[in-house]
C-alpha cells in the first residue's frame, strides 16, 4: 500500500504563486511516476504534470512556461511551484503516484488540496 500526503495549498490572489507538496510512503517500486491532476467543479480530473524518476517530464499545455514539477527521489515527495496564477487555476489539486505491483500498473491518489485564486 502506497499513502500520498498532500499540502501547500490555500487562497492566493491572481499573479501570486503557490507550492503544493506531495510525499508518498509505503511500499513503493523504485521506478514510478508522480504527478499532479486537478478537477474544477463541473469538469474533469485532468492532467497537470508529472515526472517519473528517470525525469521524463510532462506538462499540460496550460501549465507550461507557468509551473514547475520536481521531485526528490530520495524521499518519494514530488513538488508543483505555480507562477502566475490565474482564476482558472482555481480546483481541488491531487497528487497521484504510479507504479508496477508485480505485473500490475498501480495508481495512488492524495486527498486533494485546494487551490483558490481570486482575480
Known amino acids: 500500500q502506497v499513502q500520498l500526503v498532500e499540502s501547500g495549498g490555500g487562497l492566493v490572489q491572481a499573479g501570486g504563486s503557490l507550492r503544493l507538496s506531495c510525499a508518498a510512503s509505503g511500499s513503493i517500486f523504485t521506478i514510478n511516476v508522480m504527478g499532479w491532476y486537478r478537477q474544477a467543479p463541473g469538469n474533469e480530473r485532468e492532467l497537470v504534470a508529472q515526472k517519473s524518476t528517470g525525469g521524463s517530464t510532462n506538462y499540460a499545455d496550460f501549465a507550461k512556461g507557468r509551473f514547475t514539477i520536481s521531485r526528490d527521489n530520495a524521499e518519494n515527495t514530488v513538488y508543483l511551484q505555480m507562477n502566475s496564477l490565474k482564476p482558472e487555476d482555481t480546483a481541488i489539486y491531487y497528487c497521484?503516484?504510479?507504479?508496477?505491483?508485480?505485473?500490475?500498473?498501480?495508481?495512488?491518489w492524495g486527498q486533494g488540496t485546494q487551490v483558490t485564486v481570486s482575480s
Open positions: 497521484y503516484l504510479l507504479h508496477y505491483e508485480s505485473t500490475s500498473l498501480r495508481d495512488y
